[in-house]
Nanobody, 124 residues
Framework: QVQLVESGGGEVQAGNSLRLSCVAS????????VAWFRQAPGKEREYVAA????????NYADSHTGRFTISRDNFKNAVFLQMDTLKPEDSAIYYC?????????????????WGQGTQVTVSL
Protein backbone atom coordinates (compact mmCIF):
# COMPACT_ATOMS: atom_id res chain seq x y z
CA GLN A 1 0.00 0.00 0.00
CA VAL A 2 1.03 3.56 -0.58
CA GLN A 3 -0.79 6.59 0.79
CA LEU A 4 -0.84 9.79 -1.23
CA VAL A 5 -1.58 13.28 0.08
CA GLU A 6 -1.90 16.26 -2.25
CA SER A 7 -1.40 19.87 -1.26
CA GLY A 8 -0.73 23.25 -2.80
CA GLY A 9 -4.11 23.98 -4.31
CA GLY A 10 -5.90 27.26 -3.84
CA GLU A 11 -7.53 30.15 -5.61
CA VAL A 12 -5.50 32.24 -8.00
CA GLN A 13 -6.13 34.73 -10.76
CA ALA A 14 -5.71 33.76 -14.39
CA GLY A 15 -2.12 34.03 -15.59
CA ASN A 16 -0.63 33.11 -12.23
CA SER A 17 1.08 29.90 -11.14
CA LEU A 18 0.61 27.16 -8.59
CA ARG A 19 2.81 24.27 -7.53
CA LEU A 20 1.04 21.16 -6.35
CA SER A 21 2.71 18.53 -4.20
CA CYS A 22 1.93 14.87 -3.73
CA VAL A 23 3.65 13.24 -0.77
CA ALA A 24 3.67 9.48 -0.39
CA SER A 25 4.03 7.23 2.60
CA UNK A 26 4.11 3.49 2.87
CA UNK A 27 6.03 1.50 0.32
CA UNK A 28 9.19 2.51 -1.53
CA UNK A 29 8.07 5.52 -3.49
CA UNK A 30 10.67 5.08 -6.21
CA UNK A 31 8.94 1.83 -7.23
CA UNK A 32 5.94 3.77 -8.52
CA UNK A 33 5.02 5.64 -11.63
CA VAL A 34 3.07 8.71 -10.53
CA ALA A 35 0.56 10.79 -12.42
CA TRP A 36 -1.66 13.81 -11.97
CA PHE A 37 -5.30 13.79 -13.02
CA ARG A 38 -7.94 16.44 -12.59
CA GLN A 39 -11.70 16.54 -12.41
CA ALA A 40 -13.93 19.55 -12.91
CA PRO A 41 -17.57 19.56 -11.75
CA GLY A 42 -19.75 17.50 -14.07
CA LYS A 43 -16.80 16.24 -16.09
CA GLU A 44 -14.81 13.04 -16.33
CA ARG A 45 -11.52 12.76 -14.51
CA GLU A 46 -8.88 13.62 -17.06
CA TYR A 47 -5.19 12.92 -17.36
CA VAL A 48 -2.70 15.73 -16.86
CA ALA A 49 0.83 14.31 -16.68
CA ALA A 50 2.92 11.38 -15.48
CA UNK A 51 6.50 10.70 -14.47
CA UNK A 52 8.43 7.46 -14.40
CA UNK A 53 10.11 5.97 -11.36
CA UNK A 54 13.46 7.72 -11.65
CA UNK A 55 12.31 10.73 -13.69
CA UNK A 56 13.77 9.28 -16.89
CA UNK A 57 10.61 10.14 -18.73
CA UNK A 58 7.65 12.44 -18.39
CA ASN A 59 4.42 12.47 -20.33
CA TYR A 60 1.77 15.13 -20.73
CA ALA A 61 -1.71 15.39 -22.08
CA ASP A 62 -1.52 17.40 -25.29
CA SER A 63 -3.57 20.23 -23.86
CA HIS A 64 -1.13 20.77 -20.97
CA THR A 65 2.20 20.61 -22.76
CA GLY A 66 4.17 23.78 -22.21
CA ARG A 67 2.27 25.16 -19.22
CA PHE A 68 2.54 22.25 -16.79
CA THR A 69 5.70 20.55 -15.56
CA ILE A 70 5.81 17.35 -13.55
CA SER A 71 8.83 16.44 -11.42
CA ARG A 72 9.68 14.25 -8.47
CA ASP A 73 12.06 13.98 -5.56
CA ASN A 74 12.31 10.37 -4.41
CA PHE A 75 14.33 11.35 -1.34
CA LYS A 76 11.35 13.40 -0.19
CA ASN A 77 8.81 10.84 -1.46
CA ALA A 78 7.19 13.63 -3.42
CA VAL A 79 5.93 14.46 -6.88
CA PHE A 80 5.21 18.01 -7.99
CA LEU A 81 3.10 19.67 -10.63
CA GLN A 82 4.16 23.18 -11.57
CA MET A 83 1.30 24.94 -13.31
CA ASP A 84 1.99 28.22 -15.08
CA THR A 85 -0.18 30.69 -16.94
CA LEU A 86 -3.27 29.25 -15.35
CA LYS A 87 -6.64 29.64 -17.03
CA PRO A 88 -10.16 29.46 -15.59
CA GLU A 89 -10.64 26.15 -17.42
CA ASP A 90 -7.84 24.68 -15.29
CA SER A 91 -10.14 24.90 -12.27
CA ALA A 92 -10.66 21.38 -10.91
CA ILE A 93 -9.76 19.00 -8.14
CA TYR A 94 -6.28 17.69 -8.87
CA TYR A 95 -5.43 14.14 -7.86
CA CYS A 96 -2.18 12.26 -7.81
CA UNK A 97 -2.15 8.55 -8.54
CA UNK A 98 0.47 5.82 -8.39
CA UNK A 99 1.09 2.42 -9.87
CA UNK A 100 3.98 0.00 -10.16
CA UNK A 101 3.19 -1.14 -13.68
CA UNK A 102 1.89 1.04 -16.49
CA UNK A 103 1.02 0.54 -20.12
CA UNK A 104 -0.80 3.75 -20.89
CA UNK A 105 0.00 6.78 -18.75
CA UNK A 106 -3.34 8.40 -19.44
CA UNK A 107 -5.58 5.52 -18.38
CA UNK A 108 -6.88 6.12 -14.89
CA UNK A 109 -7.88 2.47 -14.47
CA UNK A 110 -4.19 1.51 -14.55
CA UNK A 111 -3.44 3.39 -11.34
CA UNK A 112 -3.84 1.52 -8.06
CA UNK A 113 -3.53 4.28 -5.46
CA TRP A 114 -5.11 7.70 -5.35
CA GLY A 115 -4.96 10.71 -3.10
CA GLN A 116 -7.95 12.70 -1.88
CA GLY A 117 -7.27 15.63 -4.18
CA THR A 118 -6.56 19.32 -3.85
CA GLN A 119 -8.84 22.05 -5.21
CA VAL A 120 -7.53 24.54 -7.75
CA THR A 121 -9.70 27.51 -8.64
CA VAL A 122 -8.63 30.02 -11.28
CA SER A 123 -10.59 33.25 -11.55
CA LEU A 124 -10.53 35.98 -14.17
Amino acid sequence: QVQLVESGGGEVQAGNSLRLSCVASGRTFSDYVVAWFRQAPGKEREYVAAITRTSVATNYADSHTGRFTISRDNFKNAVFLQMDTLKPEDSAIYYCAATKAITHFNRKDEYDFWGQGTQVTVSL
